[in-house]
Nanobody, 121 residues
């Protein structure tokens, strides 16, 4: 069983930055990533990271968001810059049992409780 706890959300103005963190219990070797869900919308993938370090980004996040991991602390990060109002959502950390990454939320077995990000103009 993997437990994930997110932190770092908050309210920022357009163009601001936030850094989300996801603390994972135990050592984990599967794909991990960040998803988000805005009210009335489906959950969408933001950024993914395989255990060896390869990263993947949704097109609208490329160049603005950076996913990283501190293996010593079992913590996954999401650095978000140049935030826009459309980035407002609940952000979730997720872990997948297998090594390969996927953009489908249903493929991920473990989820954190989420952390709210609100970007205002």
């Amino acid at each position: 069983q993997v437990q994930l706890v997110e932190s770092g959300g908050g309210s920022v103005q357009v163009g601001g930055s936030l850094r989300l963190a996801c603390a994972a219990s135990g050592t984990y070797s599967g794909c991990m990533g960040w998803f988000r869900q805005a009210p009335g919308k489906e959950r969408e993938g933001v950024a993914l990271m395989r255990s060896e370090g390869r990263t993947f980004y949704a097109n609208s996040m490329k160049g603005r968001f950076t996913i990283s991991k501190d293996n010593a602390k079992n913590t996954l990060f999401l650095e978000m810059n140049s935030l826009k109002p459309e980035d407002t959502a609940m952000y979730y950390c997720a872990a997948k049992i297998t090594f390969s990454c996927s953009w489908y939320a249903a493929d991920f077995s473990y989820w954190g409780q989420g952390t709210q990000v609100t970007v205002s103009s």
